[in-house]
């Protein structure tokens, strides 16, 4: 086990300079960030000089990437165009954004693979096609609908919820957002744990162990659900970043300053920096995120072993 774990974190290193350095390139190579410093106004050649100058835009971009990525190690992300630091901002943005993600990681496993459960061990009936023509219509309407359609009717209409999240924003305030931003990705895992639970209950060791005479809950929680949780824990790894990054529409909807309001402020104002700083961090949580679904294949399955 501890030679696959480091032969994956080897493995993760030319990922992560790849993908930044495609991402570095993107940001930097696409238009002027001094001239977009300064908007419609022309800046003064002197002082646009001394600007590309202070944030090595005058070096060619693999040097700057270079430049970069040794800053980063030492934990500089460089500071925003405003002069404020990328890592005061990220210190502010990224403590939201996890209890949102969390929470909407909550609701997908609560929520998801409970009613996966119960439409696998009934399928065909009644409550297996309601859940499967809800998850579909769920998947169908998109996040920004949703989320303006709740924050309507349950904040503006109704007055049971605050519209706009409070700059705080304490867990009971992102309990609609994550909501909202996990309905989409409920679905699937609802979907997903409702196949495999069906396909696994056909499957030689569940009717062995009936057999047995083991209590129906014992064969449920014991033995089929725990070997048809391999594809929805798959999906939850790499939902986790896929939650962090996306909850950008969420955030904008709901006010909250968090790691998406911060990407979508960095793109409008093409503080290449901020936008930068950010994606970063993200793809680390990506491939994080994909190493323990990795490890937690040997919970689930005992049958798995890493060499």
Known sequence: MGRYVVRRLLQMIPVFIGTTFL??????????????MFGERAPDPA???????????DKPIWQQYVLYMGNIFTGDFGNAFNGQ???ELMATAFPITIRLAVLAIVFEILVGIT??????????????????MLTLVVISVPTFVT???????????????SPAVSP????????????????????????????????????????????KGLSRRRVTVRHLLRNSLIPVVTFLGTDVGNLMAGALVTERIFNIHGVGFQLWQGIVRQNSPTVVGFVTVLVIVFLLANLLVDLLYAVLDPRIRYA
Request: charged content about 15%; aromatic content about 8%.
């Open 23 to 36: 991402i570095f390139v993107m940001v930097y190579a696409v238009g002027d960030p001094v001239n977009a």
């Open 47 to 57: 002082t646009a000089a001394q600007l590309r100058e202070e944030f090595n835009l």
């Open 168 to 211: 705080a924003a304490p867990a009971r305030e992102l309990l609609l957002p994550a909501l909202v931003l996990a309905l989409v990705s409920l679905a699937y895992v609802t979907r997903l744990t409702r196949t495999s639970i069906a396909e696994n209950a056909r499957a030689d060791y569940v009717r062995t162990a009936v057999a």
């Open 147 to 161: 989320g303006s359609l709740a924050q309507y009717v349950l904040g503006v209409k109704w007055g049971w919820i």
């Open 115 to 132: 009613l996966g459960v119960l439409t696998g061990l009934r399928r065909g009936r009644p409550i297996d096609s309601g859940v499967l």
């Open 85 to 87: 630091p990328v890592t």
